[in-house]
């Protein structure tokens, strides 16, 4: 028997967990949306078995996932809780960890509902339903944050079942880490387009733009209202990260006519080459 799964909000991750998890044909997909256009279309391209504008019948499952931008994702949860039986297990998508933790466990407080936080590390520019991928997750790692005594391992084998590495970490040093290997380029690429966009010679700059340009600003296309939520949830951590990264800029400047730049750079070119070589 097939082990039902709602997934809230079918765009480009729901989307794409859902085809994955649809495909190893050990899963069937409940798709919760708030329209009936956008559910026909999802399963047209494989992402949900059936759907639903009610969010109630997300109790059809044992597993839920909301996969809703950060800012939605807990007040969907205040109005999921009451049609859930015990014993259910929620699990979000967010990329921010820690206020949505500490948010379920106040909502959660009373209730036999259990909540895993998940957070699948793969995405793209591109949003919505229409550009989910079922092998997005292949590959990737999916972090999974336990709360107090949540069933982690059903949580980390639906990840896994999508082709996703695991592994589990508390909330504050998910946030901590993915400030600085996250967050910190998506602001670090706004910045970086902004000093041209603010110039008046823009319109030369734009002429002259190296492949480098695009390749460090490339997650600047990506949704900037998802990223305003995503930057806004987790500025603390963040804000550590932008101090840190000046630091290293304010180092950088100071070796520019210094015979350790050479040695600077060779550093950082052999610390990140295997990293990326061995994915």
């Known amino acids: 028997m097939k082990i039902p799964v709602a997934i809230i909000g079918v765009g480009l991750i729901g989307g794409s967990l859902g085809q994955a998890l649809r495909r190893t044909g050990k899963y069937r997909v409940i798709g919760i949306g708030r329209q009936r256009s956008k559910l026909r279309q999802a399963r047209r391209l494989g992402a949900i078995d059936e759907g639903s504008l009610r969010l ?3 109790a059809k499952a044992k597993i839920i996932v909301i996969g809703a931008p950060v800012d939605d994702i807990l007040p969907l949860a205040r109005r999921l809780l009451p ?3 015990p014993g259910s297990i929620v699990t979000d998508v967010g990329s921010v960890k820690q206020p949505i933790v500490d948010g379920f466990a106040r909502l959660a407080a ?3 509902i259990l909540f895993v936080g998940s957070h699948p590390l793969a995405g793209s520019h591109k949003t919505g339903v ?6 997005l997750f292949r590959g990737s790692t999916c972090v999974v944050v336990r709360v107090g005594k949540a069933p982690v391992n059903a949580i980390a084998g639906l990840w896994k079942a999508v082709g996703a590495r695991v592994r589990t970490m508390s909330a504050a040093d998910h946030d901590a880490a993915v400030a600085l290997t996250s967050h910190l380029p998506h602001a670090m690429a706004h910045a970086l387009v902004h000093v041209i966009a ?7 700059l734009t002429t002259l733009l190296a492949g480098s340009f695009r390749d460090m600003t490339r ?6 209202e998802q990223w305003a939520q995503i930057l806004r949830a987790n500025a603390p951590a ?3 990260a932008l101090a840190q990264f000046r630091r290293e800029l304010n180092r950088l400047e100071a ?3 210094s015979p350790r730049l050479r040695s600077h750079l060779r550093h950082s070119h052999n610390f990140r080459r295997p990293l990326f070589n061995a994915l």
Do not use: E, I, W
């Open 238 to 240: 963040l804000t550590r």
């Open 56 to 58: 109630a019948d997300a």
């Open 110 to 112: 009373k209730s036999k």
């Open 130 to 135: 229409k550009a989910a991928n079922p092998n």
């Open 198 to 204: 603010g110039r008046r010679d823009r319109n030369v």
């Open 219 to 224: 997650v600047a296309s990506s949704d900037p």
């Open 83 to 85: 049609h859930l039986r």
């Open 255 to 257: 070796q520019l006519r």
